[in-house]
């Protein structure tokens, strides 16, 4: 395999485990949590496990992404062409959903002591909704380039 497969195969399998994780916690933690079937140290340790593998993603994605990007377009390409708006399209998810799953997870991890996984869960809700559209969207641009 040539560094272009090995970036490609890297950058589809990080992106597949953030945004699938993403949809897994918005489908199934959260829920479960809602209903009382996670207690509260159960819930922050899933929500900090899946932050590190949020910011593992980031970190690969900008890489593996960049190497991809220069290898296949250019600056005029990317402004001019159909598969260069879906790429910076991409981009634009890509900044937007590590501070949306940030803003659900910090609701989840070290939850105060007053509050429970059920009203933790219920807070952090929408931005794991939010998070999954998002990822929804990242999946589908994907498949189109």
């Known amino acids: 395999m040539d560094t272009f497969g090995l970036v490609m195969v890297v ?4 992106a597949a485990a953030w945004t699938g994780g993403a949809l897994l916690i ?3 933690i959260i829920p479960a ?3 009382g079937l996670i207690e509260k140290n159960g819930l922050s340790l899933i929500t900090r496990r899946f932050w590190y593998l949020t910011v593992g993603s980031v970190v690969l994605l900008l890489l593996t992404g960049g190497h991809l990007a220069g290898t296949l ?3 005029e390409s990317l402004q001019s062409t159909e598969r260069g708006h879906l790429v ?3 981009v ?3 900044f937007v959903l590590p ?3 940030y803003l659900g997870s910090r609701h989840l991890t070290d939850i105060p002591p007053e509050l429970s996984a059920e009203t933790a869960a219920a807070a952090a809700r929408p931005w794991f909704i ?3 559209a998002i990822s929804i969207a990242l999946l589908v641009i994907a498949g189109l380039l």
Not at 11 to 14: A, D, K, M, V
Request: aromatic share 12%; no cysteine; hydrophobic share 50%.
């Open 26 to 28: 918005s489908g199934t």
């Open 33 to 35: 949590a809602r209903n």
């Open 73 to 75: 377009y250019t600056a």
């Open 11 to 14: 950058h589809t399998i990080f």
């Open 99 to 101: 501070l949306v799953l």
């Open 130 to 132: 939010g998070a999954s």
């Open 92 to 94: 634009a998810l890509w």
């Open 88 to 90: 910076l399209s991409m």
